[in-house]
């Protein structure tokens, strides 16, 4: 189920707003290019905005009463030029400003991309992945629409507000106080506005999020929708939640559709008092026609630019909305993956080279209900209301693999099986205990390191949307040789030349369109090719065939010599014969030994054994063929 979107914020301050500009622009600097170009530009039409109406006023005033007509088409052909040279800058100028945006669109994402792939694992597992999408997409595209038509284009409608005001108070400043009495009024008008269309906008992204969320989360379960025919209960959810999304779309649309014709009402209120004021002033020849014509244009080109800035602030409060979500994301702490340690190489080598012993020392873990949760605390509460037995996923936990040696893990599902695995892994890390390599503890290994010399051949297989070398080159370098043999190594080579590309052959998301048994093939060729120092199994031969299994049976065997191994059992015929085994349960190893001294002891293991072979239940035993754990190089 997909977990609600947080309640939208209460409203920023006016601090927090400016906090939040200035982090903006930290991801303009460095375009300033482009900005200063565009802004010149518009600085440029804004002048070009007050040669009409000064035009207009010397022709009504001077040219037509002397009957000066060269000077009035004179007139008229500076009155084209400035008109073509306005095209030209909007022109240049509109280009500017899209660069920009895009640029900075594309700076925005690539951050958020790999701030992604830095957070811990933990966060993925309580934020649905399309809430994740649309912190990368729609909500970086409203920002791009504020770099593109908001704040440069702001600029310069400030700047033509100015202009025109100077001008206005020039020509005669009793006509100037007249049509800017309506200015308070606009203002109040646009604070109120700003009180409700942030709210409005926050209601938008977080009903896009929940939308996106449940969407993705529906499409990568479509198999389960259909099985179940849930078809229509589904779609009724789906019904909800996009009727929400236009619910606040709607209550946006309101409040700005209310807005711009209040504005429009108070640029006529402007008229109305300038066309009053300015009779009685040409009715005592105080002022001339001419400046009244003037001056009418002039109003109306000093609104215009009002009523832009209205619609910019609009923009600026989605862009502030869509920042704020951002923005959480990226302060959310990372984990320290992502970099890269400068002697990576060699001590991956060294560490290949000597062997990996692993050794848990009392470990003890437990998840972080309160962060998982939402990190509101309320879990914490809870928390301290639950007996610690039951919170801890292990407890005192204790074994060492050294190289060369196999190492299983079994027990019910729930025993803790695959927190051990992510534990090895540093996805998670323990409350109490270590986790040592080669007697150092793992939280002192870079993690590019740690994770390097790790083979992980899950049950589950996951295989990226791209071609089959890709997919089995992910962690390493090999070129196309190499890469052949290691896919021959564990007979996946036969499985590419049947598809129809070989090694080009572009798979679908998640590896779809060839089969499980397929996929798990890739999968050790892939965990071959990086040659790992630690191979960790879960039950990754589960869907491979009688006809494979002895391919898969020499290739593990010989990728196992030298390495250490640590394998999860669901079926307990094929780890007979590992050196340890580990009975987990309830997050304890309550058994450990061979195979047949655990037998022999006649305890938990020895009833899952029974039961695995159907002596228990009495009916038949289940489908045991699997890959059976080679005994390893160095045993006896």
Not at 33 to 44: K, N, W, Y
Not at 219 to 226: S, T, Y
Not at 416 to 425: E, P, Y
Request: charged share 20%.
């Amino acid at each position: 189920m997909t977990p609600p979107e947080p309640s939208p914020r209460p409203a920023r301050s006016g601090s927090t707003d400016g906090r939040l500009t200035a982090r903006l622009f930290g991801y303009v600097r460095p375009w300033g290019g482009l900005v200063v170009a565009a802004v010149a530009l518009i600085l440029l039409q804004s002048v070009l905005q007050l040669v009409g109406p000064l035009l207009t006023r010397w022709v009504i005033d001077d040219a037509f009463p002397a009957g000066n007509l060269d000077g009035v088409r004179l007139a008229a052909l500076a009155f084209a030029g400035v008109l073509l040279l306005q095209f030209g800058a909007t022109y240049v100028q509109t280009l500017c400003t899209a660069l920009l945006g895009q640029r900075v669109m594309r700076d925005l994402r690539h951050e958020l991309f790999r701030h992604l792939q830095r957070l811990p694992v933990s966060f993925f597992d309580r934020t649905p992945v399309g809430r994740l999408v649309t912190r990368t997409t729609s909500d970086v595209e409203a920002l791009n629409e504020l770099f593109t038509s908001g704040v440069v284009a702001g600029l310069g409608d400030l700047f033509t507000l100015a202009a025109i005001g100077v001008v206005m108070l020039w020509i005669d400043w009793q006509l100037a106080i007249a049509a800017f009495v309506v200015i308070p009024l606009v203002l109040l008008a646009s604070r109120l506005f700003q009180s409700h269309v942030r709210t409005a906008y926050r209601d938008i992204r977080a009903a896009l999020a929940r939308l996106n969320a449940f969407v993705q989360e529906r499409l990568a379960g479509m198999r389960v929708v259909q099985l179940f025919g849930r078809e229509r209960s589904e779609g009724a959810r789906f019904a909800t939640l996009n009727d929400a999304h236009l619910d606040a779309h709607i209550r946006s649309i309101r409040v700005y559709a209310l807005y711009f014709p209040v504005i429009e009402f108070f640029t006529t209120l402007a008229l109305a008092s300038l066309v009053v004021t300015s009779g009685y002033r040409v009715a005592d020849g105080a002022i001339t026609v001419g400046t009244v014509a003037a001056f009418l244009q002039l109003v109306r080109r000093f609104f215009q630019p009002l009523q832009d800035l209205s619609e910019k602030y609009n923009v600026l409060q989605a862009a502030m909305a869509a920042a704020e979500r951002m923005f959480e994301l990226l302060d959310t702490p990372s984990a320290e993956g992502g970099t890269v340690t400068p002697d990576r190489a060699a001590r991956v080598e060294a560490l290949r080279a000597a062997g990996v012993t692993i050794t848990f020392e009392d470990v003890w873990f437990r998840y972080d209900r309160a962060r998982d949760v939402g990190g509101d605390g309320r879990a914490a509460a809870e928390d301290e209301a639950t007996t610690e037995e039951v919170q801890w996923v292990l407890r005192g936990v204790s074994f060492e693999a050294r190289p060369g040696e196999t190492i299983a893990l079994v027990g019910r599902t729930g025993a803790g099986k695959s927190t051990i695995v992510n534990l090895l892994l540093r996805f998670y890390d323990p409350q109490r205990g270590r986790i040592l390599l080669n007697g150092t503890d793992v939280r002192e290994v870079p993690l590019d390191v740690l994770r390097a010399v790790i083979g992980y051949v899950q049950q589950d297989i996951f295989l990226f949307a791209g071609d089959v070398a890709g997919n089995i080159r992910l962690s390493s370098s090999l070129d196309e040789v190499a890469l052949q043999a290691a896919a021959a190594r564990v007979g996946a080579d036969r499985v590419i030349a049947r598809l129809p590309g070989g090694w080009s052959h572009e798979l679908s998301e998640r590896g779809a369109g060839i089969s499980v048994g397929e996929r798990q093939l890739l999968a050790f060729a892939r965990a071959v090719a990086a040659d790992p120092a630690l191979l960790i199994l879960d039950e990754a031969t589960s869907a491979v065939d009688s006809e494979v299994e002895a391919d898969i049976q020499r290739a593990v065997t010989t990728l196992m010599q030298g390495r250490t191994t640590i394998a999860i059992a669901h079926r307990l015929s094929t780890i007979q014969q590992a050196e340890e085994i580990l009975v987990l349960h309830q997050g304890e190893v309550v058994e450990r030994g061979t195979h047949r001294a655990l037998v022999a002891a006649g305890g938990r293991y020895e009833r899952l054994s029974r039961l695995e072979r159907g002596e228990e239940s009495g009916g038949k035993s289940p489908n045991g063929a699997g890959l059976r754990l080679p005994t390893p190089a160095t045993s006896a």
